[in-house]
């Protein structure tokens, strides 16, 4: 009420006002309050009075800053950067105006900007804990270098020496620490930093990845569960009941997990990763139409995503619907192919379908986007050898050995493509396979077809 009054009382004025009037009616209307929660009528009201104050008085600079951060409050960042450099121009020794370019620049993603800005306002005195900690979020955000996380790791413990009860730079300092490597002293902030803010749902879960990832696997459990305990029905235990779920699917109990990712998706319709679980665990229970319409779910609310359609595709091919599941491949080799996966799912199923040619010319130019695919090359060598072009399918087969030399599966292809060849050579890469499969449980069969071929060659000699 007080915001439209103010606006009724300025509205109806007569003559203009001078650059302080302005400025001191923007600020009454402002008040208090932050920015952001201003309605758009007030939020604009606002502006035009202090762009007024500013037009009819460029020193005062003070209407620049509020200018620029009303910018900001109504996500008009380039704008309010653009005020902010004329203030850095204008007071070239005021930290604060760095300060504020920094944060500015920062929500627009532009980082090494954004870092600059704040190391000049800390030459220029600006030292409180909140610019060590935006310093610190600065470094993180460019932590693909590690000499950036090692800069962050100091930049948030200035901060915390200066104000030690912050749960956030603890949070953001142990996740710092767990791109160092530094497990355990993560664990200790996200323990200090849940204890400071144990309503924090983001820290809560964390904390439970960090003791999933070091096998302690009850205090995982304890912490996600004394979170649920006390949320109240706000949303946010959506979270806690997606990461639970996790950790019972991961221990085997699908009836636990499923039941903790119903529970997510009533708390939160559109945390999307839940869909991939219900419909993995839908699927793995043989209900493949739940499968389906989970995946679908998943699909809408990731329409990019290569690995849907490809979980798609294999949900139809178990209810043998081979014309979708085909469908179903080729969307996620358009979308990207998720890592070669959907050319190995295509190409599997024409080669079901005794679609050979086809099958070839999928898994070629699979190899030619994925160059490193190792198993990729064999299938290409695999269905070669089954049409007789055998030079082409050593060719793909040494490739598929080159690339992933300890595997054993690939060595059997290419023995079997040498037997049709030159027996020396499928002696040798028979022992090479024998070798390398010998302590793998699940080439046991293939093996014992190997050592019959070798006794085989052997007495041929």
């Known amino acids: 009420m007080r915001g439209l009054t103010a606006i009724a009382l300025l509205l109806a004025g007569c003559a203009e006002p001078d650059a302080p009037t302005a400025y001191r009616q923007a600020q009454k209307l402002i008040g208090d309050r932050p920015l ?33 951060a009303l910018y900001a409050a109504r996500g008009a960042y380039e704008d309010a950067t653009t005020l902010y450099r004329s203030l850095v121009e204008a007071r070239p020794d005021d930290g604060r105006a760095y300060a504020e370019l920094g944060l500015s620049l920062a929500a627009q993603g532009r980082y090494s900007g954004a870092l600059r800005a704040y190391q ?24 693909h270098l ?18 030690p009860e912050q749960a956030e730079v603890r949070y953001q300092l142990a996740r710092v620490e767990v791109r160092l490597g530094q497990d355990e002293e993560a664990r200790v902030l996200m323990e200090q930093a849940l204890a400071s803010a144990p309503k924090d749902t983001g820290i809560r879960a964390e904390l439970a990845a960090l003791y999933r990832e070091a096998g302690q696997r009850e205090l995982a459990r304890a912490a996600l569960v004394e979170g649920l305990a006390a949320r109240d029905g706000d949303g ?3 979270v806690l009941h997606y990461e639970l779920g996790r950790l019972l699917w991961e221990e085997g109990d699908g009836t636990g997990a499923l039941m903790q990712f119903e529970r997510a998706r009533a708390a939160d319709p559109d945390l999307y990763p839940v869909y991939r ?23 809408n609310r990731q329409p990019g995503d290569a690995a849907v359609q490809v979980s798609i595709g294999i949900v139809h091919s178990r209810t043998g619907a081979l014309d979708a599941a085909e469908e179903a491949f080729k969307a996620a080799i358009a979308l990207g192919g998720a890592e070669g996966d959907a050319a190995l799912k295509l190409g599997g199923l024409y080669v079901h379908q005794r679609r050979l040619r086809a099958a070839v010319q999928v ?56 037997e049709r060849l030159d027996p020396d050579q499928a002696g040798a890469e028979w022992r090479a396979y024998a070798s390398l499969a010998e302590d ?16 085989i060659l052997q007495q041929e000699e």
């Open 120 to 143: 000049d306002a800390v030459r220029r005195g600006e030292k409180s804990a909140l610019i060590y900690a935006r310093l610190g979020h600065a470094y993180q955000a460019l932590g």
């Open 277 to 299: 679980y219900l419909g993995l665990i839908h699927s793995a229970e043989g209900r493949l139409d739940s499968a389906l319409v989970a995946f679908a779910e998943l699909a």
């Open 440 to 455: 793998d449980a699940s080439e046991a069969q293939r093996l014992t077809h190997a050592r019959s071929r070798l006794k």
């Open 236 to 238: 946010e235990e959506a």
């Open 363 to 418: 898994f070629k130019e699979a190899t030619a986007a994925h160059p490193h695919h190792a198993e990729l090359f064999a299938s290409l060598g695999d269905v070669y050898r089954q049409l007789g072009l055998l030079a082409a399918a050593v060719q793909a087969g040494e490739e598929a050995v080159r690339l992933e030399p300890e595997r054993a599966l690939w060595r059997f292809h290419l023995a079997s493509t040498y």
């Open 146 to 163: 590690e000499e950036n996380l090692h800069a962050a790791q100091a930049a948030y413990r200035a901060s915390l020496q200066l104000a």
């Open 36 to 68: 952001r929660s201003l309605g758009q009528t007030e939020l604009a009201q606002a502006e035009r009075l202090v762009a007024q104050a500013r037009a009819l008085d460029p020193e005062l600079h003070e209407a620049t800053f509020t200018l620029a």
